[in-house]
């Protein structure tokens, strides 16, 4: 059986926000948490993501971002939906690392400066992050799981779930819930 990644609880999540406040590249590296935990992006589509991807023509965040299919894993594009926290979250970031050419990738490195992380160097900074948080089993797609875990346990129903994360299939999703002690105890509740 696949092992899944972890889904980060709120206290979780906490503690790696935390601990990326400390570091060098701060608002960077809270950015590339929170994308995947707020918007339930892939580690592709975060490394994809420009200025011209998150930014109106006025130069204010967007509500929706329209993906690619060269952003996305399954080369077909999608929309993604942005919280009004992840949008003032972006814009906070935005403030700190703007850029003039809205062309540029929106997150850095040291290494490729303004030509960003490919997918498979964030999924290496994920890992590594994580591990240095103490939390293992945590992945690149932690994120993403926790995401579409928090929706489910929010009362959200399947096909806006779909919807929301990009998967076509009703099993493609299902593998991404997760269930806990919690979300138990309230659905016996409502008997």
């Known amino acids: 059986m696949l092992k899944q990644a972890k889904t980060l609880s709120k206290a979780e999540v906490r503690r ?14 809270r950015m590339l948490v929170l994308a995947t935990f707020y918007a339930g992006l892939r580690a592709i589509e975060v490394a ?8 109106d023509s006025i130069g204010k965040v967007k509500t929706e971002i329209w993906l690619k299919a060269w952003q996305t ?3 077909e594009g999608r929309m993604v939906y942005v919280n009004t926290q992840l949008q003032k979250e972006l814009a906070a970031y935005i403030r700190a690392v703007p850029s003039v050419d809205v062309n540029a990738r ?24 994580y591990g240095k948080v103490g939390l293992a089993g945590a992945s690149s797609h932690s994120g993403r799981r926790s995401f579409c875990t928090n929706l489910a346990a929010n009362g ?9 994360s990009g998967h076509k299939s009703l099993a493609a999703v299902q593998r991404y819930l997760d269930v ?10 409502l008997a």
Do not use: I, P, W
């Open 16 to 29: 790696v926000l935390d601990y990326v406040a400390t570091r060098r590249h701060a608002a960077r590296n």
């Open 48 to 55: 994809s993501l420009r200025y011209c991807d998150v930014l």
């Open 73 to 75: 894993k399954g080369y």
């Open 106 to 129: 929106l997150f850095y490195t040291q290494k490729r400066g303004a030509g960003g992380f490919s997918a498979n160097t964030l999924v290496q900074f994920y890992h590594t992050l």
């Open 156 to 164: 959200v129903g399947v096909r806006v779930l779909m919807a929301c």
């Open 180 to 189: 806990n002690c919690d979300m138990v105890h309230a659905a016996v509740e």
